[in-house]
């Protein structure tokens, strides 16, 4: 079985939208916490 190859634009469509699910997800997760009243920290690593 081959595998398909994504190349310029296509790519970057792709990229971005999976970029956008990852951010509503965090976004949706970060609602659902702060309506709940969890505490809760999130770390960026430099």
């Given at each position: 079985?081959?595998?398909?190859?994504?190349t310029?634009?296509?790519?970057?469509?792709?990229?971005?939208r999976?970029?956008?699910?990852?951010?509503?997800?965090?976004?949706?997760?970060?609602?659902?916490?702060?309506?709940?009243?969890?505490?809760?920290?999130f770390?960026?690593?430099?």
């Open positions: 079985m081959e595998g398909i190859t994504m310029g634009e296509a790519l970057w469509s792709r990229m971005e999976a970029l956008e699910k990852a951010n509503e997800r965090l976004r949706k997760t970060v609602r659902i916490l702060e309506d709940a009243k969890v505490p809760y920290n770390r960026v690593f430099a």
